[in-house]
């Protein structure tokens, strides 16, 4: 083997790992945006959902 390709296997090895780094980071990046974002949303109004009332039928199906 080589040295040239012994140093072309490390630096591959180096891009990758650079790579990964910045892939991480840009990752990071964007979710804090998002979050900042999600944050930053009005609170949606709480709409009451329609409540049964006590008739004076009941319904009962066999």
Not at 40 to 48: D, F, K, R, S, T
Request: no cysteine; proline share 6%.
């Amino acid at each position: 083997m080589e040295l040239s390709s012994i140093m072309e296997g490390q630096v591959a090895d180096l891009r990758r790992t650079l790579n990964v780094n910045l892939l991480k980071s840009q990752m990071a990046t964007q979710t804090a945006a998002v979050t900042a974002m999600i944050q930053q949303m009005p609170a949606p109004a709480v709409q009451e959902a329609p409540h049964p009332y006590k008739g004076t039928v009941v319904d009962v199906s066999v």
